[in-house]
């Protein structure tokens, strides 16, 4: 198990020792573990202090800004009230400064660390400014987290992900019974009944089974419509495995044939497990991003912009993408070429695939409809 651990790249060497940043323009960043290469962090430590602290999961960074959000200055005690000089022992107070200037979320943590005022917008960011317009609907929200055109921007993504589909090679053989895996369609095989795992989420189930169906993964109408709901029922069928951190467990220790999960997660775990294979469906995948997101309260400085912005470097952006497994969006961005690292990486870059928007009041209401009612008739 990966520990928590905290990386420190400064200024080193009595040559530069008057080019130094002064302590408070360090940056200070907690991260998500493996989604940014060590090499990648001693780069940028090369001109700027900077401290960054890796987490295992997404839960712990969320927990962390819940906790910035809930602090507030102690009362002294009513000794010191009454006689008031001097400083009070660090221990006696508490500060409700927040330290740490950006943290890593996943784009579906947005709508909900938004409304719970755990986070705040940023300055606008060029590069991002021309990603396509799916995007912009993903990044710029309201205050209460709902895509708006004209809102303010939330997050700047680093590392872009896509669903994909993970099996034991020696079961779906060419010459064998089992034919090979090809589209989400595939996952309704008779013989996959009990053979699935995915992770626990229900809104990636209806994503699948929208794509199952040729409709858009965010296609909120469709969430109420009978064939997508008779659909998801079946699929649930196939599943043997719901579990958001252990499903690709069940794939290597054999319990199940296929898997359903993040590029990033899969690729890890075929470089490990050569007889697994995996596939970006023919429909087309689901794309979620790793994002940068400030504390709310936190100082957001010129050296946190200078690290956003430095990650969109297209030499850094590559060490990214090859090595955490996830393309940058800054691949994303109108008429740039893929480096010729990427196009030998052929997993790592799907086809074609939607980003996952948030959903409306109207989608989150059809989607639970759906899932209420598959509960039902189970």
Known sequence: ????????????????????????????????????????????????SAT???????????QQLQRWHAQTPLSPPLWRRLLSFGSPPADEAASSIVDTHLVTLSDPWLEYAIRQKLIQPIPEFDLVKTLPDPWQQLLRRDSQGQSSSTGKLW???????????????????PNSNNKPIKKWADLWRPEL??????????RLAAAIVLKALNYSVNDEAALARDDVQQQLLALYRQVKVFDSQDYLKALVNEDVWLAVGWSGDILATLVRYRRLGAIHPQEGTVLTSDVWVSPA???????????????????????????SYGVSPAFFLPNVQLPAQLYQ????????GEVLLPLSDRGQANLANLLRADAHRE
């Open 297 to 323: 309260d936190a100082e957001l400085t010129e050296v946190a912009k200078s690290w956003m912005e430095f990650c969109w470097q297209p030499s850094i952006a590559t060490q990214i993408s090859v090595t």
């Open 155 to 173: 997050a700047v993504p680093y590392r872009t992900q896509g669903l994909m589909i993970a099996s034991q090679r020696h079961i779906f053989k």
């Open 193 to 202: 009944e009990g053979r699935i795992a995915m992770p626990n989420q229900p």
């Open 1 to 48: 198990m990966i520990k928590r651990r905290t990386l420190l790249w400064g200024l080193l060497g009595a040559a530069v020792a008057s080019c130094r940043p002064r302590v408070s323009d360090t940056l200070n960043v907690k991260l998500l573990a493996r989604s940014i290469p060590s090499q990648v962090l001693k780069e940028f430590g090369r001109e700027y």
């Open 52 to 62: 960054f602290q890796a987490e295992v999961s997404l839960l712990e960074i969320y």
């Open 345 to 352: 990486e052929t997993l790592l870059v799907p086809g074609h």
